[in-house]
C-alpha cells in the first residue's frame, strides 16, 4: 500500500457564505466536510442551504447547544456511522 493511500489528505478549512432563514452567516468546514454534506443533500434531494437550516434546526432543539459547524461535524458522523448523533 503506498503513503498516499494510508495518510487522508489534511487540508484546512474552507469558508463559505450560507443562508439559513434568510440570514447570511459563513461556516468554515474542511474539504472533505463539504464533500460529505454535498453528497448528503444530492441525497436527500436538496439544497445545502437547505440541509445546513435543517442540521441548524435540530442544533437549537439540542438540550446542549454546539456552535453550527460541530453540529454539522457531529450530524455527518452520525449519518456515517449510523449513530443517533
Not at 3 to 22: M, N, Q
Not at 38 to 43: D, L, P, T, V, Y
Not at 47 to 74: F, H
Amino acid at each position: 500500500m503506498s503513503d498516499a493511500k494510508k495518510v487522508p489528505a489534511y487540508a484546512p478549512p474552507a469558508k463559505r457564505s450560507v443562508l439559513i432563514a434568510g440570514h447570511a452567516t459563513s461556516v468554515s468546514l474542511e474539504p472533505v466536510f463539504w464533500r460529505a454534506l454535498e453528497e448528503a443533500a444530492r441525497e436527500q434531494a436538496v439544497p445545502v442551504n437547505a440541509l445546513i437550516a435543517r442540521i441548524d434546526a435540530e442544533r437549537l432543539d439540542a438540550r446542549s447547544t454546539p456552535n453550527l459547524t460541530s453540529a454539522i461535524r457531529q450530524w455527518l458522523f452520525a449519518r456515517r456511522t449510523g449513530s443517533p448523533g
